[in-house]
């Protein structure tokens, strides 16, 4: 069975400009959710989705912004990059959400750097 | 709220020594789930184990075993005779019950086994 797939694995972006990125879960996996991972934070709580609703938010400001679609993928945007963006943002699948008994598993992330 | 302390930050050992990585964690809650990550240095989080509160059962799994204690909080990690492809960045992760239920990491242990 094919792992948690992110796109692109590498971006560089500009100051102002925005982002999106890509998660695809594995096959059957209805929960996505994201994090990111800076060497100060270390890894925070972007959000969750599963069915194609938002169920869980972390503390990031509303530039930060996602979706899910039927078939489960995900991408998630960020509007008005600032530097302090720059990070691994992280993508991770379940099976699905139920009461917290369940183990994520993880994509190779994608490396974003903001100039 | 709840909160995951990895004291230590970084350790350096000699292939074949033990070594174990030390997880105290915080939260109100009677229902949780502690999980242990490893990252390697191609950054995709590895899913170990998880625990659930209400299980305090230890395990081992080859050369991984796991120390799960209610009465001080921790959920330590230990690594026998430890190999170089055991360098990785270690996490220890907690979640709760909950429609606001999300994992929370620990700052990490850097563990780097030395030839």
């Known amino acids: 069975k094919a792992g948690v797939t992110q796109t692109p694995r590498y971006l560089i972006k500009t100051r102002g400009q925005q982002v999106t990125l890509s998660c695809s879960p594995i096959s059957g996996h209805r929960s996505v959710s994201w994090y990111q991972q800076t060497p100060g934070q270390g890894l925070q709580f972007l959000f969750e989705?599963?069915?194609?609703?938002?169920?869980n938010k972390g503390n990031f400001p509303g530039r930060f912004s996602g979706r899910q679609f039927s078939n489960s993928r995900s991408e998630m945007n960020v509007s008005t990059l600032e530097l302090g963006d720059s990070a691994l943002y992280l993508c991770?699948?379940?099976?699905?959400?139920?009461?917290?008994?369940?183990?994520?598993?993880f994509g190779p992330g994608t490396r974003l750097t903001v100039t | 709220a709840q909160k995951v302390t990895q004291a230590q930050t970084e350790i350096s050992v000699v292939e074949k020594e033990d070594v174990t990585l030390d997880c105290v964690y915080e939260t109100r809650d009677t229902t949780y789930y502690l999980f242990w990550y490893k990252q390697p240095p191609s950054g995709e989080l590895v899913f170990l184990i998880r625990r659930n509160s209400f299980d305090e059962q230890n395990e081992i799994s080859g050369r991984y075993s796991w120390n799960f204690q209610k009465s001080t909080s921790s959920f330590n990690f230990t690594i026998t005779a430890s190999q170089v492809v055991d360098s990785a960045v270690y996490f220890c992760a907690l979640r709760t019950r909950g429609a606001n239920s999300k994992l929370t990491f620990g700052k990490g242990i850097t563990l780097s086994v030395r030839p």
């Open positions: 989705y599963f069915s194609e609703t938002q169920r």
């Open positions: 991770a699948s379940s099976l699905t959400q139920t009461s917290g008994n369940y183990e994520q598993y």
